[in-house]
């Protein structure tokens, strides 16, 4: 169901930018760019395909290229043209824009959707820049104020992130020094024995408190047993609805895990479970949870702790994707209050899909807790 309404929307997405170029074209190219345009809708299914055949899944990744870069300026390309033919439509009723005025018109808003792209793309690829943010816990004992959480998560090390990619991460988190780093889920897309080598430079991620990995929805899809073993092989401290307490100086930090808010669909024994996860750092000083989905915010307020890490919106990842990320999750990007406990979402180290992010750039979460000014 859920191929069928991607393939669906997708088609609409393809059709209605064709529908608006093709007629610009010289009529010999009419019946080739609309053959590509059908080859590109139905290109996210011949590269599951491809990764499935060993001898033809060297295919996949250059396809993959060609496929998501089309998606992502097919998407933009639409939108503009949307909001082109409404205000066309409105300037027609006034007389304002000749006919002749109409192809140029058309053509700049592909132009624009050119330059779009180009922008989404260069923002993508990027190194992803450090987020420094501040969150005030009330009581926090003085030898926890000035503690440092470096958080990444959803690097969706796969198709088109590789291990250059993953190696700047690397490298642009240690430059910090955080006490703690936190990774909140969603590491690849892909089957471990393909994918290890690209993960390698995460090997060498340290914090004097620790390495700690969450589970992602994406980790269940790509072989949640595999990745996670992985995991630890990589140096995290893999925690599955379970806790660590650290001493810092005599005050005690709760670190705990949830796995993902719907692992419990795939594999019913990693059903999401924030309170089993408490149980065991309920006296801690100080209580973060590792939580890929937002959703989990409830769970986690209920049983007492101070802090929510995750990811999963990726920020929308690029305009209008945002404002649906609403209709599943209570919260998109940023720091929120909910209740007694604070939530940091992360927008995303990687990005999952087109590789584009417009209005939702990439980061590195450095996270710095201190004393809450109380009244």
């Not at 959480?149 to 991460?169: C, E, M, N, W, Y």
């Not at 430059?175 to 909140?184: G, M, V």
């Not at 419990?264 to 100080?286: F, K, Q, Y």
């Not at 599943?328 to 992360?346: E, S």
């Amino acid at each position: 169901m859920f191929a069928l309404i991607f393939l669906g929307l997708l088609g609409l997405i393809y059709g209605y930018s064709g529908w608006r170029l093709i007629p610009h074209l010289p009529a010999s190219l009419h019946a080739a760019v609309a053959l590509a345009l059908v080859v590109l809708l139905f290109l996210p299914l011949l590269l599951i395909f491809l990764r499935t055949r060993p001898h033809l899944v060297w295919l996949a990744d250059p396809l993959a290229w060609v496929g998501y870069l089309g998606m992502g300026f097919a998407i933009f390309s639409t939108i503009l043209l949307v909001v082109r033919d409404i205000a066309g439509l409105a300037l027609d009723s006034f007389a304002i824009i000749k006919p002749a005025l109409d192809a140029r018109i058309d053509l700049a808003t592909f132009g624009l959707a050119i330059a779009v792209t180009s922008w989404g793309f260069y923002q993508a690829r990027r190194t992803p820049a450090v987020r420094r943010i501040n969150v005030p816990i009330p009581d926090l004992p003085p030898a926890l104020a000035g503690l440092r959480i470096a958080q990444f998560s959803d690097l969706h090390v796969g198709p088109t992130i590789k291990g250059r990619f993953v190696a700047r991460v690397a490298d642009r988190i240690n430059a910090e020094q955080p006490d703690l780093i936190a990774f909140t889920g969603d590491l690849a897309d892909g089957s471990v024995e393909r994918l290890a080598p690209h993960t390698a430079a995460l090997a060498g991620l340290s914090a004097p408190l620790g390495v700690y990995f969450c589970t992602g929805n994406h980790e269940y899809y790509s072989g949640i047993e595999q990745w996670t073993a992985h995991a630890c092989q990589l140096g995290f401290e893999v925690l599955v609805n379970e806790g660590r307490l650290l001493d810092r100086d005599g005050a005690y930090i709760g670190v705990a895990a949830a796995t993902d808010y719907s692992a419990g669909e795939i594999v019913p024994a990693h059903a999401s479970a924030p309170d089993i996860a408490h149980a065991n750092i309920a006296d801690a000083d100080l209580r973060i949870l590792l939580a890929h989905q937002p959703r989990s915010i409830e769970a986690a307020s209920a049983v007492g702790f101070h802090l929510q890490l995750s990811g999963h919106t990726h920020g929308g990842q690029f305009v209008p994707w945002n404002f649906a990320v609403l209709l599943q999750q209570p919260y998109v990007a940023g720091l929120h209050k909910f209740r007694d406990t604070w939530i940091y979402i992360h927008r995303g180290t990687g990005y999952w899909g087109p590789p584009l992010r417009l209005g939702a750039p990439s980061e590195i979460a450095l996270l710095t807790l201190t004393r809450a000014h109380t009244p």
